[in-house]
């Protein structure tokens, strides 16, 4: 029997939009076992020792690539993932379509308004002001998603059941398959 590939389901949206409280929802809803990976708990797995300002990028550059390398491993070994990742930087969509089956790949946009998101990060107050206004152009940059979530109309359970839905009969092409189609992967 050919080894069976995992389904990724990728929540890309900035800080504060949403992500990590529709990844809870969808782990209680799927109808087979998901991994929730989010990549802030590859950040809180660091230890504590300083990390010197001039070395700070490459420490994160790298923890990233991880990030990415240990999804894509997780799927390759048949396990589903719900992703929850930030594409504010170009290069971080280059390596994940370099790296995970397109066609076993679930893109889904999760929107907020700014002045929503800056409401949220008053709230939380764990999060720097701005932070997620700063990332709205980037992450959203490349346009293509399987499908999309607002979750300043929707709440996290009505995002994850629209999801849920989608997954049910997902079209072809995904928009991984046409993000690299395009180039966007090379």
């Known amino acids: 029997m050919p080894p069976r590939r995992g389904l990724i389901v990728f929540l890309n949206g900035t800080s504060s939009s949403g992500k990590s409280s529709i990844a809870t929802q969808l782990l209680r809803i799927l109808d087979e076992p998901y991994f929730h990976m989010p990549v802030d708990a590859f950040h809180a797995m660091r ?3 300083p990390v010197p300002p001039d070395e700070l990028d ?3 550059h790298r923890t990233w ?3 990415h390398r240990a999804v894509a ?3 390759a070994a048949g396990n589903n993932v719900v992703m929850d990742h930030i594409l504010s930087a170009e290069w971080r969509l280059k390596d994940c379509l370099s790296l995970f089956v397109p066609q076993d790949v679930v893109l889904v946009g999760v929107h907020c ?3 929503e998101l ?3 990060e008053r709230e939380r107050g764990n999060r720097p002001p701005g932070l997620a206004a700063r990332q709205l152009k980037q992450v959203h940059a490349h ?3 399987d499908i999309e979530c607002d979750t300043s109309v929707s709440d996290s359970l009505e995002c994850a059941r629209g999801i849920r839905d989608f997954l049910r ?3 072809t092409p995904t928009a991984f398959q046409r993000l690299r189609e395009e180039g966007m992967g090379v």
Request: aromatic share 8%.
């Open 47 to 49: 230890s504590r020792a």
């Open 58 to 60: 490459t420490v994160l």
């Open 65 to 67: 690539q991880g990030y």
């Open 73 to 75: 491993g997780m799927a």
């Open 113 to 115: 308004p700014p002045d």
């Open 118 to 120: 800056e409401l949220r």
């Open 143 to 145: 346009g293509v998603y």
């Open 169 to 171: 009969a997902r079209p």
